[in-house]
């Protein structure tokens, strides 16, 4: 079957040159198992030696080639030309709510130190003793967190959300998913270093539960249903000072 060729339009933004970002447009070739990322290597291949963007694993594991697709926060690797065969042309641009840094390159700095903040590891109730046998989980104590440790930290989430982009302070939906991870592994002894942030302003109660965050996780990680469940416990966490505080 002959191939059939797909228009892309690709903002570019070289900044030694470019006094503003501005858009190219390029044509390719595609056959049905086509991604966006294969468009994007073949423009940089044979049209634009020049262009910038991420890419690493090509199985939607590491998050790099995460940008705009006509508008909606996608992976490249693991979205398909075929899949807008009923549009003229496909826009790729970088990931909203994030500085550009070249191209479809942002800079999600902002978002790596927010996740940090939450301390997204295991932080053992005793530390000289080792996470070895004695640490063994059950299928019941996994299934508390599994869903949420499925997050890449591809920025997906962070470029849907309504409340980041008008607040920078607001930590962000993937934060709040991989605390209330941690804090739900029975292994971790951390929950109270980080409930200092659920509780704030900034962490669970600055989220409006829109749910843009949900709808375009590539790997349906379900962030608002996490914020939702860390609000409930950061409001038992409140109920329960208060009354002690109170005795």
Not at 92 to 114: A, Q, Y
Not at 137 to 154: G, H, M, T, V, W
Not at 158 to 187: M, S, V, W
């Amino acid at each position: 079957m002959e191939n059939k060729k797909k228009k892309f339009k690709i903002l570019r933004y070289r900044p030694e040159t470019d006094d503003a970002p501005h858009y190219e447009t390029y044509e390719v070739s595609y056959r049905h198992e086509t991604s966006i990322l294969d468009a994007l290597n073949e423009i940089r291949d044979t049209q634009a030696p020049d262009l910038s963007y991420r890419s690493s694993c090509r199985m939607a594991v590491c998050g790099s080639c995460a940008m705009m697709i006509n508008g909606v926060p996608h992976l490249a690797c693991k979205t398909f030309v075929r899949d807008y065969e009923k549009v003229d042309i496909i826009t790729l641009e970088p990931l909203e709510n994030f500085p550009i840094e070249r191209d479809l390159v942002c800079d999600i700095s902002d978002m790596v130190e927010k996740i940090e903040r939450v301390k997204p590891y295991i932080i053992p109730i005793d530390k000289a003793k080792p996470l070895t046998e004695d640490f063994v989980q059950s299928p019941r104590q996994l299934e508390k967190y599994r869903q949420f440790a499925q997050c890449i930290n591809c920025g997906c989430c962070y470029a849907a959300c309504p409340q980041y982009k008008l607040n920078k302070e607001f930590i962000g939906p993937a934060a709040l998913t991989l605390l209330y991870r941690y804090n739900h592994d029975n292994r971790d002894a951390g929950t109270p270093q980080r409930l200092e942030i659920l509780n704030q302003d900034s962490g669970a109660w600055g989220c409006t539960m829109v749910g843009y965050c949900s709808d375009v996780c590539p790997k349906l990680v379900d962030p608002t249903s996490a914020i939702q469940l860390g609000k409930g416990a950061s409001a038992f966490d409140y109920i329960k000072h208060f009354f002690k505080k109170n005795k």
